[in-house]
């Protein structure tokens, strides 16, 4: 293998761990986040529970108010019951007395109704304020390890990059920006090996990076010069492996 290809693998070797490092470094850094709209959305789901057992018993006292006016008025038709001059005015009465009471249960129904959903409701807003509360115990925890992993992984990208800037130097300028071009298509991926099927000859060689067939030029050459030949199908650039350790197809 040539000395060109080495440093192009060496360098492919550190940015891959870069890529990894960055990967994970993005998602710890968006867990905090993450959890802190998890508590917010039930916070709001929680508010919107408490505004509608409040509507609710807001309505029930209403209905309560009136039910106290209208016994209040149940009361005075039956003292008038005791001074009813005719037959008609009692008769009149009594029946003005039945109709409320008869309103009165079924206003009594819708109540207690309307209290047993309030009941339903508190019940579910208790369920989820304890949800509230272990996510925000969570919550704690995620902010405390993920300081300590995002200094971590902080640490380790710049020993990365570091190793990636001494990684490139190796690396002739002209075949620096093909690797850098193919590698940012492929999330630092530039390089494919090419791979050699069947037992004997003729071989068949596929690119490692997209498995299409390639040219049995590209090997050829690649055997004896140290130079940037690349897929024809995806673009990576391709390496042999020395003699004897190809990767083959079983
Ligand atoms: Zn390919």
């Keep these: 293998m040539g000395t060109m290809i080495e440093a192009l693998l060496g360098l492919q070797s550190v940015e891959r761990q870069l890529t990894h490092v960055k990967s994970r470094l993005r998602i710890r850094k968006n867990a905090v986040p ?21 509507d609710l018993r807001k309505s029930a006292d209403r209905l309560e108010l009136d039910l106290r006016q209208r016994d209040q008025e149940v009361a005075k038709d039956r003292n008038a019951l005791n001074t009813a001059k005719t037959n008609k005015e009692y008769a009149t009465l009594l029946t003005h007395i039945n109709t409320i009471k008869a309103d009165n249960s079924k206003l009594e129904e819708q109540v207690l109704k309307i209290l047993q959903e309030v009941d339903v409701i508190k019940a579910e807003a208790a369920k989820l304020q304890e949800q509230i509360n272990a996510e925000e115990a969570r919550l704690a925890e995620v902010t405390k390890t993920s300081k300590d992993e995002i200094d971590r992984l902080t640490t380790m990208l710049d020993d990365l990059n570091a190793k990636r800037d001494e990684a490139a130097q190796k690396v002739p300028q002209e075949a620096l920006r093909t690797f850098e071009r193919v590698a940012s298509t492929y999330d630092g991926e530039a390089m494919a090996v090419i791979e050699v099927h069947g037992k004997r000859p003729p071989f068949d060689y596929v690119c490692g990076g997209c498995f299409m067939a390639l040219n049995a030029e590209h090997v050829n050459a690649l055997r004896v010069r140290d130079e940037i030949r690349t897929c024809n199908n ?5 390496y042999v492996e020395p003699q004897g350790q190809e990767s083959r197809s079983r």
Excluded: F, N, V
Aim: proline share 0%.
């Design 34 to 54: 993450a959890q802190e709209r998890r508590i917010q959305q039930l916070r709001q789901d929680h508010d919107a529970l408490h505004a509608k057992s409040t």
């Design 234 to 238: 995806c673009g990576r650039i391709l």
